[in-house]
């Protein structure tokens, strides 16, 4: 009976979450790396749990439903994901929004050609990449390029992508190259037994196989790419300032001198806060929610969305500038929102570690450590093309740009991370203005990266 209790214990989502937060701050504190170390506990964690998980379904012990119910969901339900990463980006919009319209009138378009170039970057050396390996999954490949980039909306373009170029070289298969109907029947079947001389047509059993091979090639890819997104970030917004020696206090001193020039143009609203207002702080997250799920049709490209994260952040910073509306007040106490930030943040990387720890451990050997390397080829080249560009050429501030490189990585992890560093939630306002076209250059790079030859 006691060891039944263990078990339900082990796999409760609630005391995963917890124990990854506790020892996560722990190790955060000890290493200096704050609420990041929760991330890197939840990665121990996930893998730890996962091969116990996987070892007990394995062998059909008397645990191996209950373990497979976790499995199900990834550990951790996506909805906690969800929740949490929500609670976040609309704290931090609010905490942004009363500079949102100084920092549009100091930055303007550059902000734009930011986000890009930096999802520019990394699809172009996902491509590039691609192309060196001829056993590279392609399809993992582009996954890799949402999950570095952490783009959930990148990530259901990859899919609707693949699914249509997957459908399209299975229909077309005895038209394509060699090498192409080499790449397709090693993804249909990976032990070497069909090959273009044994293989001449397609039957409509393996044409859907290849299909959904492609599609779960994509999510494969995203769950191996998205930690090591995470992780290159929030290293990134730690060792940026070291590696280009940039002094914090004099980059501080020339933002607030950009910010009191443009005060002098734009007029800002000025609006008396209140302690919290939680309607206020719903409305904002219904809306924001709801704006993100509309999809406008792009023609050729497909569907474009803002997704959860990019809706709520939006909605957040616009009612945020407004500052009032009827009786809700946008206006709040900023450290009350600095603890829903704070709080929602260190739930939101423990459970990103959790989801997807064995993942990513895994992935280190064998044939994912291409997929690795990968990874962190475009979270690297992207990140220091975003930081050479906006601090050399367009003369940026560390306070600004530690945010646009966050939105035009489109990582949340990471914004969280940079404005710990930095102490204010400035770079919330640098995030916000580049996400939107990030996010853009995301989907309709992905679509081109399927278009291309291989």
Not at 125 to 148: D, H, M
Not at 329 to 337: G, P, Q, S
Not at 421 to 445: E, H, K, N, Q, S
Request: hydrophobic letters at 50%; one cysteine or more.
């Amino acid at each position: 009976m006691f060891v039944f209790k263990s078990i339900h214990w082990l796999t409760n989502p609630f005391i995963l979450m917890f124990i990854t937060i506790f020892t996560g701050l722990i190790v955060g504190k000890i290493l200096k790396i704050g609420t990041s170390g929760a991330l890197f506990t939840g990665l121990g964690i996930g893998w730890l749990v996962v091969k116990l998980a996987n070892d007990e379904v394995a062998a059909q012990g008397p645990f191996a439903s209950v373990f497979n119910s976790m499995l199900k969901v990834s550990v951790i339900d996506k909805k906690f994901f969800s929740l949490f990463l929500i609670l976040f980006v609309a704290a931090v919009g609010l905490l942004a929004a009363d500079k949102i319209s100084l920092i549009l009138k100091t930055y303007g378009t550059k902000f734009v050609v930011l986000g890009l170039l930096i999802v520019f970057i990394g699809a172009g050396t996902t491509y590039t990449l691609t192309i060196l390996s001829n056993k590279a999954n392609p399809y993992e490949v582009s996954g890799v390029y949402t999950g570095a980039l952490t783009s959930s909306p990148g990530l259901a373009a990859a899919i609707e992508t693949s699914r249509e170029h997957a459908k399209e070289w299975s229909t077309e298969y005895s038209s394509l190259s060699h090498h192409n109907k080499e790449i397709l029947l090693n993804i249909l079947n990976s032990n070497g037994n069909l090959t273009p001389e044994n293989t001449s047509t397609l039957t409509s059993e393996q044409q859907a196989g290849f299909i959904l091979s492609a599609e779960s090639g994509v999510g494969v890819g995203h769950a191996i790419g998205y930690p090591f997104g995470v992780l290159i970030v929030i290293l990134a917004m730690k060792l940026f300032p070291k590696l280009f020696r940039l002094n914090l206090e004099e980059e501080h001193r020339q933002f607030q001198k950009e910010m009191t020039e443009a005060r002098k143009n734009v007029d800002v609203k000025h609006v008396e806060s209140v302690t919290f207002d939680l309607i206020a702080f719903s409305f904002v997250c219904i809306l924001g929610y709801t704006f993100g799920m509309l999809k406008v049709n792009l023609g050729y490209l497909g569907y474009f969305s803002l997704g959860s994260t990019g809706g709520i952040l939006i909605s957040s910073i616009f009612f945020g500038h407004i500052g009032k509306l009827g009786p809700m007040t946008f206006r709040m106490d900023k450290k009350i929102l600095g603890v829903i930030r704070d709080i929602s943040l260190t739930f939101f990387l423990a459970i990103v570690g959790l989801r997807y720890g064995f993942a990513a451990i895994n992935s280190l050997t064998g044939a994912g450590f291409y997929l690795c390397v990968v990874a962190i080829a475009v979270g690297v080249l992207s990140m220091f093309s975003g930081f050479l560009v906006g601090k050399y050429v367009f003369k940026i501030n560390w306070i600004m740009l530690s945010g646009a490189i966050c939105g035009g990585m489109t990582s949340t992890p990471g914004l969280g991370v940079a404005v710990d560093v930095i102490g204010t939630d400035d770079p919330a306002a640098g995030y916000a203005a580049t996400y939107p076209f990030a996010l853009f250059g995301m989907v309709l790079f992905t679509i081109i990266l399927h278009k291309l030859p291989m």
